[in-house]
C-alpha cells in the first residue's frame, strides 16, 4: 500500500515539474515572441498609411531650418522622429541606411519655437523585424503635428528623417524620408 502511495507522489510531483517547465518555456519564448510579432505587424500597418513632408529649407541664423509633418491619418498616438545626416553617395540604399551616432545633430521644436525634449528609445527594428539600431536618442511628437527642426547640413550630405513608432515596448521604424537641400 505504501510503496502505492510513494508511486503516485512521485507520477504526480513528475507532471507538476513537467507543467512547470513547459509553462516556464512558454512564458520565455512564445508569449514575448508572439508580442513582437503583434507589434510588428500593428507597425506594419501603419507604416502602409504614414507619410512624411518637408519643407525646403529656409537658412537662418543657426543653420537651416526644415518643418517636418509626419502625418498617419486616423492615428492620434505619438511618434518618435529621430534625424541624422548621410551622405548623398550612400542615398542608392537609402532603406538600409543607419545612423553613425545615436544622437541627432538637429533640434526639434514645435512651429511656436517650443521646444521638443529627446528620450532615449530602443532597439530600432524595421517592419520586417531586422534590428536597425540598438539604441536612439529621439524627440517623441504626437502624430499629424509639424515641427520645426534646425541645423547645419554639411556639403554633400542629407538629412535623414525615421518616424517611429512604439508598440508594446518595441520600436519599428514606420517610415523615412531624406532632403538633400
Known amino acids: 500500500m505504501v510503496s502505492i502511495a510513494v508511486s503516485e507522489f512521485i507520477l504526480v510531483i513528475a507532471a507538476l515539474v513537467i507543467g512547470l517547465v513547459i509553462f516556464g518555456l512558454t512564458e520565455a519564448v512564445i ?21 512624411i513632408s518637408i519643407s525646403p529649407p529656409a537658412i537662418g ?3 537651416y531650418s526644415y518643418v517636418i509633418y509626419p502625418y498617419i491619418p486616423g492615428f492620434e498616438g505619438n511618434v518618435s522622429i ?8 550612400l542615398l542608392s540604399s537609402v532603406a538600409v541606411l543607419t545612423p553613425q551616432s545615436s544622437s541627432p ?4 521644436s ?5 521646444s521638443l525634449s529627446k528620450i532615449t528609445i530602443g532597439p530600432v527594428y524595421d517592419t520586417n523585424g531586422h534590428e536597425l539600431a540598438t539604441s536612439l536618442t529621439a524627440y517623441t511628437v504626437p502624430a499629424n503635428m509639424p515641427l ?3 541645423g547645419t547640413l ?11 513608432y512604439n508598440s508594446g515596448n518595441y520600436y519599428f521604424r514606420i517610415a523615412y524620408a531624406y532632403t538633400t537641400g
Open 82 to 89: 529621430f534625424i541624422f545626416e548621410v551622405p548623398t553617395s
Open 31 to 51: 508569449v514575448p515572441q508572439y508580442g513582437f510579432t503583434l507589434a510588428e505587424q500593428q507597425a506594419r500597418t501603419l507604416a502602409t498609411t504614414t507619410f
Open 148 to 150: 520645426v527642426i534646425t
Open 110 to 114: 514645435y512651429p511656436n519655437g517650443t
Open 61 to 63: 541664423a543657426s543653420g
Open 154 to 164: 554639411p556639403k554633400n550630405y542629407a538629412l535623414m528623417i525615421w518616424v517611429i
Open 105 to 108: 545633430t538637429f533640434t526639434a
